[in-house]
Nanobody, 123 residues
């Protein structure tokens, strides 16, 4: 299973970005997907997760109401729509996958990881 995140970039505070994560597997619909982020000098933290069908989602408190997560099982892709971005959202964002239909916030619960995409929010 390979994951490829894209869509990062430089944006001003208050702006929006949409991240995508393309997953190379025939069984994408049986993976729970998560987004994590890691700011310089900090631990990698859970941002959002989505279950197999897309009806189950979870978000970190810091992004609730600003970020949404969705998936397109026909395209093997998960998205993270980030609105009203803040400088503190600056980080490398990673997508990850786990085989169980449950969302966990601990990074150890995810078996597959992609390379990150950098999001920089300027003030």
């Amino acid at each position: 299973v390979q994951l490829q995140a894209s869509g990062g970039g430089l944006v001003q505070a208050g702006g929006d970005l949409r991240l995508s994560c393309a997953v190379s597997t025939r069984t994408f619909r049986t993976y729970t997907m998560g987004w994590f982020r890691q700011a310089p000098g900090k631990e990698r933290q859970f941002v959002a997760g989505i279950g197999w069908s897309g009806t189950m989602t979870d978000f970190a408190d810091s992004v609730k109401g600003r970020f949404t997560i969705s998936r397109d099982n026909a395209k093997n892709t998960v998205y993270l729509q980030m609105n009203s971005l803040k400088p503190e959202d600056t980080a490398v964002y990673y997508c990850a996958a786990r085989v169980y239909d449950s969302i966990v916030v601990d990074r150890s619960g995810y078996y597959y990881w992609g390379l990150g995409t950098l999001v920089t929010v300027s003030s």
